[in-house]
């Protein structure tokens, strides 16, 4: 099993000047997921390099075991500092995509080419595509074959409309990702704020939110088997 996952090279929280990133629980745990299923993990951003974490999800009160096992990893830490360009990877050289969250993907991701190129590849060639959190935010231009969005007529989540006022972002990010799901035509559907809850629609897993994305990992590795 090779599975790639796509971290943002965006760190700034639109114009509030915070800084913002990908969240650390929402790497983490999905990647010691497919490590300890015995799967090859490559990471890739944007820009390549270290990508930017959220400084919020390096809080005390937001770490996991998960996030606890990475920061005693040296081999993990070193792997996230050197991730991959984007731009160099190609769908035939996985066999998954999984799209952790943090504000930063409403920023990069949710626009860069290259991205919205290997989300469609993989859904055509009938792999699994992933996204937890903020991350279905990348889905917004991603189209089927037909030209209709990707996520039209699609059982998805992500990250909710109250989730986002709770952290009072609701004015600070490009647009609500839970808005975009409907506007695109997505089924959307949520559980409680911040509980787990995540949704497979054939080849397609989306997680409402941090506490989602073990389960969005495990789903993947479901679809794989």
């Known amino acids: 099993m090779k599975i790639l996952m796509v971290l943002t090279s965006h760190d700034q929280l639109g114009n509030t000047g915070h800084k913002t990133g990908f969240w650390l629980e929402e790497f983490a745990a999905p990647y010691y997921v497919f490590k300890d299923a015995g799967a090859a993990v490559t990471l890739a951003s944007p820009l390549g390099g270290q990508p930017p974490l959220d400084p919020k999800s390096d809080d005390p009160s937001a770490q996991t ?5 990475f920061r005693a990893d040296a081999s ?5 500092a050197q991730t991959a360009k984007l731009a160099d990877m190609k769908a035939d050289d996985f066999d998954a995509l999984f799209y952790p969250g ?3 993907p409403l920023w990069d991701l949710a626009e860069d080419p290259h991205s919205i190129a290997l989300i469609e590849a993989m859904a055509r060639a009938g792999k699994p595509v992933s996204a937890v959190c903020h991350a279905p935010g990348v889905l917004r231009h ?4 037909d030209g209709t969005p990707l996520v039209s007529g699609r059982k998805v989540t992500g990250f ?5 006022a709770a952290v009072q972002l609701t004015d600070v990010v490009p647009f609500l990702v839970e808005d975009m799901l409907k506007a695109n035509g997505g089924i959307y559907s949520k559980g409680a704020d911040w509980q787990p809850y995540v949704l497979t629609d054939g080849r397609l897993v989306t997680g409402q939110n941090p506490a989602s994305s073990e389960q969005a990992a495990t789903s993947v590795l479901a679809l794989l088997r």
Do not use: F
């Open 160 to 164: 909710t409309n109250s989730e986002e």
């Open 102 to 104: 943090g504000h930063g």
């Open 65 to 69: 075991e998960a996030t606890k096992r």
């Open 76 to 80: 993990a830490t070193a792997l996230l």
């Open 142 to 145: 991603a189209r089927n074959a």
